[in-house]
């Protein structure tokens, strides 16, 4: 079983360093972490908010990226 918060938890960072959080503390290589994080943001569709604040997304925004 499993739950997602109704208040997303996400980092005061840019979209991409919060996807990329998970990778880096795993000791992904850098060159690796920017695919994977492209690719991630590709499927969850905000490849175009890689750069913006992840604390001015939409709360259903928000929930994508503390998902990914």
């Not at 997303?8 to 990329?20: G, I, R």
């Not at 569709?45 to 001015?56: D, F, I, P, S």
Request: hydrophobic share 35%; with cysteine; glycine share 10%.
């Amino acid at each position: 079983m499993s739950f997602i918060h109704q208040k997303p938890q996400v980092f005061n960072l840019s979209v991409y360093d919060n996807v990329a959080c998970g990778l880096r503390w795993r000791g992904e290589k850098k060159n690796r972490i920017d695919g994977k994080v492209d690719h991630i943001l590709e499927m969850i569709g905000l490849e175009g908010y890689k750069n913006r604040n992840a604390r001015t997304l939409s709360g259903g925004e928000a929930q994508r990226v503390a998902l990914a």
